[in-house]
């Protein structure tokens, strides 16, 4: 069974960078899409950016040209490198593996 864990998330003025990692254990052949997800308090769940095997990206409107999907294969890892950050961007944010979730990571952009 794939388990998923988070990293790198915390507290960061608005303007500032955060990178989030999230890497999976577990016996696993091959992954087709990877990604992350976010939910503010009092919202619903959104996608912020996914990966697919092909290395075709997909990102929500809100983040374009600010925030970076990667992922390493051989590592079974996913990355988020999020730039210009803004409060607006504050929530937990959720990796997800072809369906499998991880446990969220808090991030929060305050002055």
């Known amino acids: 069974q794939m388990q998923l864990v988070e990293s790198g998330g915390g507290l960061v003025q608005p303007g500032g960078s955060l990178r989030l990692s999230c890497a999976a254990s577990?016996?696993?052949?091959?992954?087709?899409?990877m990604g992350w997800y976010r939910q503010a308090p009092g919202k619903q769940r959104e996608l912020v950016a996914s990966?697919?095997?092909?290395?075709?990206?997909n990102y929500a409107d809100s983040v374009k040209g600010r925030f970076t999907i990667s992922r390493d294969n051989a590592k079974k890892a996913v990355y988020l490198q999020m730039n210009s950050l803004k409060p607006e961007d504050t929530a937990v944010y959720y990796c997800?593996?072809?369906?499998?979730w991880g446990q969220g990571t808090q991030v929060t952009v305050s002055s």
């Open positions: 997800f593996f072809d369906g499998n």
């Open positions: 577990g016996s696993i052949f091959s992954i087709y899409a």
């Open positions: 990966i697919l095997s092909s290395g075709r990206t």
